[in-house]
């Protein structure tokens, strides 16, 4: 039935419909925008040209995208849509399932601390704790104007695969091992102080950007970024007590063994 002042069964107002949206431009016409200059168009067309198919160069793109912007803007998923002739919900869709990928501008360096099981048993929670209070922020949030020298984004990273170096933090993707407290906090004033302190293992310190600039695939000083020790001595102890003391693997049977039986269905 219709109640009166109402809708058929309910007793609430009439619903109001949204008010229309009318867009600037279509939404296929291709993006221009001055921040993807022509250097980065050139090095769009050099990473679609590394895959048989071009949609397999999205991760790469949205590298590049967050190398000039500094985070993944909504003209960084058009352009890349475009480059890919894709949809803006498929490019959506990948940068905003991988953490990697920022939604809200970064400052020079992201600062990861591990809050996994082992690293926050053994101090990582307490490091990133005194790290919030520190720079006053919270996950994801940035002090200072983001992208200045010195300004830093936090975030609490779910493991970063270095158990036997815990408790770890990352500064743009780079390791520093068997941090405490004191030595976190340290480590960040010399950031804010604009130096870069050496990493435990891996390349040089950077910037965010440059980093993800890499990680798209091009490489302004190849060598530079591949210096530095890769392994710890804690990472390969056990490799070097097996060559010392000749324990190997168990050979392979030439034959494998035969399954269990599986129980009767009933």
């Not at 890919?84 to 360096?109: D, I, Q, W």
């Amino acid at each position: 039935m219709t109640l009166p002042e109402g809708t058929p069964e309910t007793n609430s107002p009439a619903p109001v419909t949204p008010e229309e949206v009318v867009w600037d431009r279509p939404a296929d016409q291709p993006i221009v925008s001055p921040t993807f200059d022509e250097v980065t168009r050139q090095r769009t067309k050099e990473i679609i040209s590394r895959y048989p198919q071009s949609r397999s160069a999205l991760l790469p793109l949205l590298h590049l995208v967050q190398s000039v912007e500094g985070f993944v803007s909504q003209d960084g998923i058009r352009y890349c849509a475009d480059a890919l002739e894709l949809s803006t919900a498929e490019v959506s869709a990948v940068a905003t399932f991988y953490t990697m990928y920022k939604r809200t501008p970064c400052g020079e360096h992201l600062v990861s601390v591990c809050t996994n099981t082992l690293c926050a048993a053994l101090g990582g929670d307490d490091i990133y704790q005194r790290l919030e209070a520190k720079l006053g922020i919270g996950h994801e949030e940035t002090a200072g104007e983001p992208g200045t020298t010195g300004s830093i984004t936090l975030e609490h990273a779910e493991c970063l695969a270095a158990c036997d170096l815990a408790p770890v933090l990352q500064v743009n993707y780079e390791y520093y091992d068997n941090q405490t407290v004191e030595s976190a906090e340290t480590l960040v004033e010399a950031l804010q102080r604009g130096e870069k302190p050496a990493p435990t293992r891996g390349a040089p310190l950077t910037d965010l950007r440059t980093v993800e600039l890499e990680l798209a695939g091009i490489f302004p000083d190849l060598e530079r970024s591949v210096e530095g020790p890769s392994t710890a001595p804690e990472t390969v102890r056990g490799a070097q007590l097996a060559a010392e003391r000749g324990w190997v693997a168990p050979p392979m049977p030439d034959t494998p063994p035969a399954m269990p039986a599986l129980p009767e269905k009933k």
